[in-house]
């Protein structure tokens, strides 16, 4: 089971950027994906959530800004970051639980995933 984040970079503020996730060794459409964010010093943030019902959450920080998707052809999940800000900056992070199920409990908590990729750098500034 793998988890490969992409699509990082430097942007400036107000742009954009589309982050992937692609899976493999197991099939993405069963599962709830999620992406978390973390800076130096701090705990790793939930920003958002897609979960196999359909169901989708994001973090107040980023609603109306960022956009969850999956392409189940491509085992792969995005995140659509528009008018990004500096205070964007962070290394993402996607995620996914040990079992397949409809959703997660709490889609938030970083307990409740057990494979996580090696992070993207997103970088916010002008």
């Known amino acids: 089971v793998q988890l490969v984040e992409s699509g990082g970079g430097l942007v400036q503020p107000g742009g954009s950027l589309r982050l992937s996730c692609e899976a493999s060794?197991?099939?993405?459409?069963?599962?709830?994906i999620a992406w978390f964010r973390q800076v130096p010093g701090k705990m790793r943030e939930g920003v958002s959530s897609t979960c196999r019902n359909g169901t989708q959450y994001y973090s107040d920080s980023v609603t109306g800004r960022f956009t969850i998707s999956r392409d189940n052809a491509k085992n792969t999940v995005y995140l659509q970051m528009n008018s990004l800000k500096p205070e964007d900056t962070a290394v993402y992070y996607c995620?996914?639980?040990?079992?397949?199920?409809?959703?997660?409990?709490?889609?938030?908590?970083?307990?409740?995933?057990?494979?996580w990729g090696q992070g993207t750098q997103v970088t916010v500034s002008s």
């Open positions: 060794g197991f099939t993405l459409d069963y599962y709830t």
């Open positions: 995620a996914s639980p040990y079992l397949p199920s409809a959703c997660v409990g709490t889609w938030a908590a970083s307990y409740e995933y057990d494979h």
